[in-house]
């Protein structure tokens, strides 16, 4: 078969051979020992032309239930918002995603400065004065930031609020393992941290408190609360995992004196795409610039004066300082972070405060369809986009009714909290309907019945 | 060339500029500040630009002519293997089934993601000659640190606490050790030898009782085959420890050889290397991780896993390092590199290194003769040489790659493997043509001739890109991180 993206013909290998003085290929593999040299064909399925194997894998993807097709209600940490047009032409342009790592400046400005105005968004939403250039995801990011913190204090113990998001607890405890941290839980009562049992556990060993805003329940942390017993008790960071979208209508966590904010831009114009990739973000004071994890891109001149970015503070990191880095992260999500550039520049200044409230104003009216529908709605204050709906039967039933009505459900809350065994966790977006959110209701409304 | 300031996206704005229209609102409004109180709402807006759609367009599109990718040209960068990245990919991860599903759905309704997702295992596992394969590492730092945290598990699991070491040759990558530190191991160096090769004595110098792994690519950073693995493989397992392969180089050896049958214990690959995930200017990648029978139960969960003909996750896996990240791993990535696998094959994959070997080969040979080769054996996909002859005359490493810009070809990586004066890493691929490769030939002789005869021009470059060399010093020293309005 050929092979459409080797280009060498026979005559070419040829000349080449000769030119190095051997005569066939096999000959400049023959340093691999005998013992380990492959002897079989790998057993692989058979190459495929364009044509077919673009036939095959349109055939898989059918066989996805996708967003654009059902109406979703499923948020949890990956939310359907819309994305707009310009942000995957954009990220199309080849000179940006074919493009390595921006170590060359002067024919690198453009991914360079992409990624400094990214940090300056970050900066702007999360009220910190310095964000970097990406991480993998809100996840890792967080995890990144309490190694930071224990690093920092030179103390072991966090306090993890059982209201972060599960998935990021889970990666919070294999990156603990690493520096051995005593992570220490949280709980939370309705879907909101318990701060007295917060306030009992802070302590002088307290290297970090870890909250996130609004929380995995959907609801808003009351972080001048929680910033009031931090000060009253102890010098433990700050760390505060916040979805960017809801900081066009909240206070931002720098007001409320964090150290560390981080999160996933994936609600600016990253598509779900199964969980990944998305864009976690890190945002920190200036004290903590030099310990930030990940790729900094910063301001200079050129020798003509002209402006001009380059990658700066590389000392902190892996391929200069290798085992005394501050964190092992090299590749990063430099492509996200421009498509959530292009979406927060789209958006722009006032219709992200627009944006945001629409998400809070249509998840309003869901909440109160479900109250009037009878359903008990657990809410102990103010939330985002999310809230907790308790179901007369397992959310595992109710999504298979959901389905075969065109409606992918919210999220089954028992996967991580057995307690809340039927208990659903809605997100409501701006592209939802008034009229999909009615018929929702009315579909689960008849199991009530 | 330009010769002014390119305006930030901030720059364009103007107040009442608009290019997103929200969908109106249709249900009934409530009072969000009353409910939240003056504590909870935003005071101040954040400065997002405002601006009109083709404002947007032009700035990124201004700002994509001023970047560099794989598309504009040759990208020999060492190590870091930037092939050409197939249309049909991008294509593929578009379509609504793969990039619109959400990974909370349940697995009756994602079957093509799941089939797609074990079909991958799968086939990366008969690729490197491993048990099993996750693909939740985000990328090859990501994936070493996982197999490290397995490697660590397992040890703990003997019972056997006093591992604290991991031992990684001198011209190994900045993110074996850094990797090392973070799963909390102490990084140990071994030497390498007058071939470029990890020194076997001095191997059996630092192996002890206290040693978790060694960390090794093979090819090696000089591009050489390591061909006493099978020696260092007895060395380190006679010891205790075990083999973790650095993926970096796979490119030189598929189907050739395969790190399981080398003794190796855990591996990492980079989709968005070996595989065509592109580079996405630093990033998205995608580092899955394979391991022997034995360390198996450790994977990161979930995997994915095929009951009848039921695709579905696993994650009663009791002895699991656990998460190494939320949900499954960089989906798209992983998709972009299962379509290239699909199209290659075995006989293509194997054509792939065939043709990365000889290219790299080819281009070795014609260079030596202007640039000094430290290492004269037939290298795999990539090669190393020295500036030191140019450096005598003045004109450094740094000046021949600034001095490549003028041509329009993206420079060897330099400075790397550490163990290499004025060093300068090349990798051709196996996607570029001879033409191609004769051009940079080229292009390189005449550098050197300039660096002999005319160093000023070396030593100044580069002269035709859209800024000159910039003030990293200043950059550094009074950092400006950020954009503020005056």
């Known amino acids: 078969m050929d092979f459409r993206y080797l280009p060498m013909t026979e005559?070419?290998?040829?000349?080449?051979?000769?030119?190095?003085?051997?005569?066939?290929?096999?000959?400049?593999?023959?340093?691999?020992?005998?013992?380990?040299?492959?002897?079989?064909?790998?057993?692989?399925?058979?190459?495929?032309?364009?044509?077919?194997?673009?036939?095959?894998?349109?055939?898989?993807?059918n066989k996805n239930y996708n967003l654009m097709e059902y109406t979703s209600f499923l948020g949890a940490g990956v939310y359907d918002h819309f994305i707009p047009s310009v942000v995957d032409h954009v990220i199309s342009r080849s000179e940006f995603y074919t493009?390595?790592?921006?170590?060359?400046?002067?024919?690198?400005?453009?991914?360079?400065?992409?990624?400094?105005?990214?940090?300056?968004?970050?900066?702007?939403?999360?009220?910190?004065?310095?964000?970097?250039?990406?991480?993998?995801?809100?996840?890792?990011?967080?995890?990144?930031?309490?190694?930071?913190?224990?690093?920092?204090?030179?103390?072991?113990?966090?306090?993890?609020?059982?209201?972060?998001?599960?998935?990021?607890?889970?990666?919070?405890?294999?990156?603990?393992?690493?520096?051995?941290?005593?992570?220490?839980?949280?709980?939370?009562?309705?879907?909101?941290?318990?701060?007295?049992?917060?306030?009992?556990?802070?302590?002088?060993?307290?290297?970090?408190?870890?909250?996130?805003?609004?929380?995995?329940?959907?609801?808003?942390?009351?972080?001048?609360?929680?910033?009031?017993?931090l000060d009253q008790q102890s010098k433990a960071m700050f760390i505060v995992s916040s979805n960017p979208l809801s900081l066009g209508y909240l206070t931002p966590p720098g007001k409320f004196g964090a150290d560390i904010v981080v999160g996933d831009t994936q609600v600016f114009g990253i598509p779900a795409q199964f969980g990944g990739p998305h864009c976690g973000y890190f945002a920190t004071t200036e004290k903590l610039m030099r310990k930030i994890p990940g790729r900094l891109v910063g301001q200079t001149t050129d020798e003509y004066g002209l402006r001009g970015f380059v990658l700066t503070l590389q000392a902190r990191e892996q391929h200069i300082r290798r085992d005394k880095a501050t964190s092992?992260?090299?590749?990063?999500?430099?492509?996200?972070?421009?498509?959530?550039?292009?979406?927060?520049?789209?958006?722009?200044?006032?219709g992200l405060k627009k944006m945001s409230e629409l998400n809070m104003q249509k998840a309003r009216y869901a909440k109160k369809k479900f109250e009037d529908a009878g359903f008990e709605v657990i809410s102990t204050g103010s939330f985002f986009n999310e809230f907790v709906v308790k179901l007369p039967v397992?959310?595992?039933?109710?999504?298979?009714?959901?389905?075969?009505?065109?409606?992918?459900?919210?999220?089954?809350?028992?996967?991580?909290?057995?307690?809340?065994?039927?208990?659903?966790?809605?997100?409501?977006?701006?592209?939802?309907?008034?009229?999909?959110?009615?018929?929702?209701?009315?579909?689960?409304?008849?199991?009530?019945? | 060339m330009n010769n002014q300031d390119f305006p930030l996206i901030f720059e364009r704005s103007k107040e009442g500029r608009v290019s997103f229209n929200l969908p109106d609102i249709d249900v009934p409004v409530v009072d969000l500040e009353a409910e939240l109180t003056e504590t909870y709402v935003r005071q101040e807006a954040p400065e997002l630009p405002e601006v009109s759609e083709l404002d947007i367009i032009r700035h990124y599109t201004g700002l994509s002519n001023r970047n560099y990718g794989v598309d504009s040209g040759f990208y020999p960068l060492g190590s870091?293997?930037?092939?050409?990245?197939?249309?049909?990919?991008?294509?593929?991860?578009?379509?609504?089934?793969?990039?619109?599903?959400?990974?909370?759905?349940?697995?009756?309704?994602?079957?093509?993601?799941?089939?797609?997702?074990?079909?991958?295992?799968?086939?990366?596992?008969?690729?490197?000659?491993?048990?099993?394969?996750?693909?939740?590492?985000?990328?090859?730092?990501?994936?070493?640190?996982?197999g490290l945290m397995m490697i660590r598990a397992f040890h703990e699991a003997n019972g056997d606490y006093h591992r604290t070491k991991v031992i990684v040759p001198d011209s190994a990558h900045g993110t074996n050790p850094a990797s090392a530190t973070v799963a909390g191991f102490e990084a140990v160096t071994v030497k390498s030898n007058e071939n470029g090769l990890v020194d076997l004595e001095d191997l059996k110098r630092v192996v002890g009782d206290d040693v978790a792994a060694l960390m090794l690519t093979n090819p090696n950073t000089l591009g050489l085959f390591e061909t006493e693995i099978l020696e260092m493989a007895e060395i380190v397992h006679g010891a205790?420890?075990?083999?973790?392969?650095?993926?970096?180089?796979?490119?030189?050896?598929?189907?050739y050889a395969r790190p399981g049958d080398m003794g190796f214990d855990v591996v990492h690959l980079n989709l968005h290397k070996t595989f065509t995930g592109p580079h996405g200017g630093g990033g998205p990648g995608s580092g899955p991780v394979g391991v022997s029978a034995e360390l198996e139960p450790y994977l990161p969960k979930p995997l994915i896993v095929k009951q009848d003909d039921f695709y579905t996750f696993e994650y009663d896996r009791p002895q699991s390092i656990g998460r190494v990240k939320p949900y499954y791993g960089n989906f798209g990535i992983n998709l972009r590199a299962y379509t290239y696998i699909r199209t290659m094959g075995a006989e293509g994959l194997k054509k792939v290194s065939e043709y990365a070997v000889l290219n790299a080969n080819y281009m070795m040979r014609k260079l030596e003769k202007a640039y000094d080769l430290p290492y004269s054996q037939h290298c795999k996909h990539e090669f190393v040489l020295s500036g030191r002859r140019q450096k005598k005359l003045g004109v450094r490493t740094l000046d021949i790659a600034k001095r490549l810009l003028d041509f329009s070809y993206h420079p060897p990586t330099i400075y790397f493997p550490l163990n290499v004066e004025e060093a300068l890493m090349v990798e051709p691929t196996e996607t570029e043509s001879?033409?191609?490769?004769?051009?940079?030939?080229?292009?390189?002789?005449?550098?050197?001739?300039?660096?002999?005869?005319?160093?000023?021009?070396?030593?100044?470059?580069?002269?035709?890109t859209v800024v000159k060399r910039m003030d990293e010093t200043t950059a550094a020293r009074k950092p400006i991180l950020r954009y503020y309005k005056d």
């Open chain 2, 434 to 464: 001879k033409e191609t490769l004769d051009g940079f030939i080229d292009t390189m002789l005449q550098i050197a001739e300039e660096a002999e005869n005319n160093p000023e021009i070396v030593q100044e470059a580069p002269h035709h």
């Open chain 1, 328 to 350: 092992n992260i090299c590749s990063n999500q430099a492509l996200n972070a421009l498509a959530s550039s292009v979406a927060m520049s789209s958006i722009g200044k006032h």
């Open chain 2, 240 to 255: 205790g420890g075990k083999l973790y392969y650095d993926g970096a180089n796979l490119n030189a050896i598929m189907g």
């Open chain 1, 99 to 229: 493009a390595y790592t921006p170590y060359q400046p002067e024919i690198s400005q453009g991914e360079l400065q992409a990624i400094f105005e990214f940090q300056t968004m970050i900066s702007e939403l999360t009220g910190m004065p310095v964000a970097n250039s990406s991480m993998y995801d809100g996840g890792t990011s967080l995890a990144e930031a309490v190694n930071l913190s224990a690093a920092q204090t030179r103390k072991k113990k966090i306090l993890v609020s059982k209201a972060v998001h599960p998935e990021s607890q889970a990666v919070i405890e294999t990156y603990g393992k690493g520096p051995n941290l005593e992570i220490v839980y949280i709980d939370h009562i309705n879907g909101r941290t318990d701060l007295n049992q917060l306030a009992h556990e802070l302590d002088e060993k307290t290297a970090s408190v870890v909250m996130q805003y609004p929380n995995f329940f959907g609801q808003i942390e009351p972080l001048a609360e929680v910033r009031n017993i």
């Open chain 1, 394 to 449: 397992t959310v595992k039933e109710a999504n298979d009714m959901l389905l075969e009505k065109g409606f992918i459900g919210g999220y089954d809350l028992a996967t991580y909290y057995p307690e809340l065994e039927g208990h659903m966790l809605v997100a409501v977006t701006e592209i939802r309907t008034k009229e999909e959110i009615d018929a929702f209701v009315k579909e689960l409304g008849d199991i009530h019945e």
């Open chain 2, 80 to 146: 870091c293997t930037m092939k050409y990245n197939p249309k049909i990919n991008e294509d593929v991860a578009r379509l609504n089934g793969f990039s619109h599903v959400h990974p909370y759905q349940d697995p009756k309704t994602v079957q093509g993601a799941l089939e797609m997702m074990f079909d991958l295992q799968e086939s990366l596992k008969e690729i490197t000659g491993m048990a099993g394969v996750s693909l939740q590492s985000a990328a090859g730092a990501h994936g070493e640190w996982t």
């Open chain 1, 11 to 61: 005559t070419d290998k040829q000349e080449m051979l000769d030119t190095i003085g051997v005569s066939s290929t096999d000959e400049l593999f023959s340093d691999i020992p005998e013992k380990v040299r492959l002897k079989e064909v790998l057993n692989l399925k058979a190459p495929k032309s364009e044509a077919d194997l673009k036939k095959e894998l349109v055939q898989m993807a």
